[in-house]
C-alpha cells in the first residue's frame, strides 16, 4: 500500500462501529464494575437482588387499566320542572318579577331596550359576567328571569337553560355580582 493511500485512509475517518464503541465504553465500564460488585455479595444477597429488582421494575411501570363498563352509557335525560319545584325568588316591595324564555334572535340588549331598562344597568352586568360564562353567549329557549325594584332598576338577573341555573347576579350599589345558588 502506497502512503497517499493510507493517508487517504486516515482522513475518511473512523467507522460506525468504532465511533459506537467509543460512545458506550463509558457505560460498559460501569456495567463491568456493577457486575463484580455483586460478585461479591453472598450468595443469598445477589439471588435476592436477580429476584427483587425485576419485580421492583415490573411493579413501578405497572398501572392498572380502569374496568370496562358493564354496559354502554347511551341517550339523554331531561326532566323538567314542575311549577311546584320552582325557585323562589325574593322581589323587593313594589317591584317586579319578568319571566322571559328567549327567542331566535333575541339579546339581552334588545330586551333591556324594549323593557326600558338602563344601559347602565346592561354595562354593569357585562362588567361582573365571568369569562367563561359571557352574556353574548346566550341561546334562544335558555329563560330569564329578572326583578326590577320600586324605581324600575334591575335588582336580580337569573339566566336558566331547562331549568338549570346557568348565571345568576344580584345589585350590591351601583354593580353587580355573581350569585351562587346552589
Excluded: C
Excluded at 485512509?9 to 460501569?30: C, D, E, F, K, M
Excluded at 374496568?67 to 322581589?91: F, N
Excluded at 320600586?150 to 331547562?162: F, K, M, P, V
Aim: glycine share 10%; aromatic share 4%; charged share 20%.
Amino acid at each position: 500500500m502506497t502512503r497517499r493511500k493510507s493517508a487517504a485512509r486516515g482522513h475518511q475517518g473512523v467507522s460506525l462501529g468504532t465511533r459506537i464503541n467509543q460512545l458506550t465504553l463509558p457505560a460498559r465500564r460501569g456495567l463491568g464494575q456493577a457486575l463484580s460488585t455483586l460478585g461479591r455479595l453472598p450468595r443469598l444477597h445477589r439471588l435476592g437482588l436477580l429476584v427483587l429488582v425485576p419485580l421492583w421494575l415490573l411493579l413501578l411501570g405497572w398501572q392498572p387499566a380502569p374496568p370496562a363498563p358493564q354496559t354502554p352509557v347511551t341517550g339523554s335525560l331531561t326532566v323538567p320542572l314542575s311549577d311546584a319545584d320552582k325557585r323562589v325568588i325574593d322581589v323587593p316591595a313594589g317591584g317586579r318579577r319578568i319571566d322571559h324564555t328567549l327567542a331566535p334572535g333575541e339579546t339581552l340588549s334588545s330586551l333591556f331596550r324594549n323593557w326600558q331598562l338602563p344601559g347602565q344597568e346592561l354595562i354593569a352586568l357585562v362588567r361582573a359576567e365571568p369569562s367563561y360564562k359571557p352574556l353574548s353567549r346566550l341561546q334562544a329557549g335558555q329563560q330569564l328571569t329578572l326583578v326590577l325594584n320600586a324605581d324600575g332598576r334591575l335588582h336580580y338577573l337569573e339566566i336558566r337553560d331547562n331549568g338549570l341555573v346557568l348565571n345568576a347576579f344580584r345589585r350590591l350599589g351601583q354593580e353587580f355580582t355573581m350569585v351562587n345558588t346552589q
